[in-house]
């Protein structure tokens, strides 16, 4: 059949996770914690179902869970949005990306990522008829290219992705980085998709820097988040969007037919959690810089190269120390000689930079299995193929 996404194979993700169970390897690639979810959540969701929440919800999201999402942003951001006009619950927030590009891109219009970039957005923009356009991220910071961003907008551009902090980079914007990227778009009929999913990872002294909390970006943002990253529960795909009402209401005519609505009792369970246990997500980033820590200790020790992620439960490590081999070939040596899994950082770009050597390491975690990676690491022998 004539493919729709020619470019489009299996996601990296997949691919390398199948490769570690394949192997028996420790799966540091994709990005999932290996403890469970706190069990005062899980009960939660026992006793929503029990309590009979098992039909459709509202399809815009359970309407306790819009308000705490609501108290949440105000809390944290300082920004007033109306749970009733600006907040839609998704399933996972692959699917607020995807309804995103699907209510704004027509055909023709212009898309524009940074390298390396999450893997959900361009087949998005693709299936909407749309054209991706790749700016990369400076090297070796990941920091963003301010002329390179000017030169790449255009008349056609419609929307620009910013992801923050930065999968699989680790690295985050700060509120100059938003101040000068409101200065290039101010006159121009531009949206943003601001991808905040590990928004409560953020090592940064100043906190997350969110698009929220900038009232001139804020009016033209689809502000995306999950709450699989900061409540351990990947496999719930529970996720929301935050946007101002007409932006909202064009991503609505899109979720109503995607999915119509999202899990009912995952929705009250979070909810509820949320209200007993603000103190979770404040006390995420600490949780998560520990952990981080102790993987670097383990990856210089193995001869790896690294700077610290400043956010999310990812840290980029440079093997040039260790080999030459492209990073796909070498994310498979590591599996094969050491028994863990990686991901390849080049699969991201549209033309990866020559000669980067950087693979994604993924630190949600036990500190065990930190441990246990760290070890065989540090066993194998220089030089590798
Ligand atoms: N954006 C980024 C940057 C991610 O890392 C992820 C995580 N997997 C997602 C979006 C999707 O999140 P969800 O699992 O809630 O769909
Ligand atoms: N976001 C996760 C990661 O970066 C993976 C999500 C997925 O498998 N689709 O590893």
Known sequence: MDSKLPNIGETIFAVMTAKARAAGAIDLSQ???????????????????????????????VPTLREAIAAKVADLYGATVDPQDEITVTSGATEALFCAAQAVIRPGDEAIVFDPAYDAYEPAVELAGGKTVHVPLTSPNYG???????????DRTRLIYLN?????????LCRADLDQLA?????RDILLVSDEVYEHICFDTAGHCSVLAHDELAQRAYVISSFGKTYHCTGWK????????????????VHQYVTFATMAPAQHALAQFMTEHPEHHLGLAEFYRAKRDRL?????????????????????ADYSALSDAPDTDFADTLIAQAGV??????????RAPAGQRHLRFCFAKDDA?????????????????
């Open 341 to 350: 899994s990686t991901i390849p950082v080049s699969v991201f770009y549209a």
């Open 238 to 253: 529970v996720g929301y969007c935050i946007a101002p009402p007409a932006l909202t209401a064009e991503l609505r005519k």
């Open 296 to 316: 670097n200790r383990w990856l210089q020790r193995a001869g790896f190269a690294v700077t610290p992620a400043a956010g999310t439960y990812f840290q980029v």
């Open 369 to 385: 299995t930190l441990d246990a990676a760290g070890e065989a690491l540090s066993r194998l022998e220089s030089p590798l193929g």
């Open 164 to 172: 923050s902090p930065h999968n699989p980079a680790g690295a985050t």
């Open 31 to 61: 990005g999932y914690p290996d403890f469970d979810a706190p069990p005062r959540l899980t009960e939660l969701l026992s006793q929503a179902m029990a309590a009979g929440h098992n039909q459709y919800p509202p399809y815009i999201g």
């Open 183 to 187: 200065a290039l778009i101010r006159n």
């Open 144 to 154: 963003i290219d301010w002329q390179r961003l000017k030169e790449a907008i255009t």
